[in-house]
């Protein structure tokens, strides 16, 4: 029999040190979510910038990204926290709308994990806001093995919590 | 009857413009307290010598001084946190340790609190740690009106946690 006609889509590749050209990647793939204020995503975009300028250790950004033949579809930044031993953020992780659906979110999220495990990490805290419009994202990280920790009520605004997931690694 | 033969104290006087000098105040009294490390008290002369360089909206860090005399015996350091409409930390309090026991800690607090609700804020956050260490330091917040929102565990490093208090303005 004959392979389908649909092109298969290459499998990405992955890697972890970030390239210029990932500066308008980041912007791409964060504005395609629709999910973000511009406010927001100038942030994404200045966390990549600092990484390249001052580098992993004065940056303190670590990334891992997820590759097709053109260049990131997705990725995510974390990096370790300043006055702990032991405990690692997760800043950002973002997937390009039309890369979504193959697993690439939780697939960058288990290699993230890996990443800050082998510096030492052995706890890894997500930050993010209890609203509703929040439901798929709060929902991806129970699904991913974290636990909701505490919800600070009206932290970032009346009605808009802080929930705070934990994992160890 | 004569007066008592021991002077009285002068009331302290307070104020929130840093000045170059206490750059030498802030390290006296954070190593008078003998609680914190060498790196801990780096930390808090760069706070102050960052607020001197760039200012106060550039720094983020916002002060209130207690000075007798001499110059500051005590002092708090705060900041909205960025991504909050509503919210400030409370980075840093201290008292020198020969000024210690006259209820310059709460008053320096009450004047930080005053000031973040003059600008916004409507809700604390203050961290510190869940060792045995710290339990007096918990107990003035808690007697300053705080309540514990959540302890993560082996946060800073195994067997050291994180909690965090809060008060609405």
Do not use: N
């Amino acid at each position: 029999m004959r392979a389908s006609a649909v092109p298969a889509r290459a499998a990405p590749s992955f890697r972890d040190r970030p390239r210029s050209d990932d500066v308008a990647a980041i912007r791409r793939i964060v504005e395609s979510t629709g999910f973000f204020r511009p406010d927001e995503v100038a942030v994404a975009v200045e966390l990549v910038e600092e990484r390249l300028a001052r580098g992993i250790e004065a940056s303190g950004y670590h990334f891992v990204f997820a590759d097709d033949d053109e260049g990131a579809v997705g990725y995510a930044c974390f990096g370790p926290i300043p006055c702990s031993l032991v405990s690692w953020d997760l800043y950002w992780i973002a997937v390009e709308d039309a890369a979504r659906g193959r697993g690439l979110g939780r697939e960058l999220l288990g290699r993230a994990e890996a990443a800050m495990r082998a510096q030492g990490g052995r706890a890894i805290y997500i930050e993010t806001s209890s609203k509703p419009q929040y439901d798929a994202t709060r929902a991806f990280y129970l699904a991913c093995g974290y636990r909701l920790e505490h919800v600070f009520a009206d932290f970032y605004a009346p009605g808009d919590g802080k929930a705070v997931y934990s994992k160890r690694l």
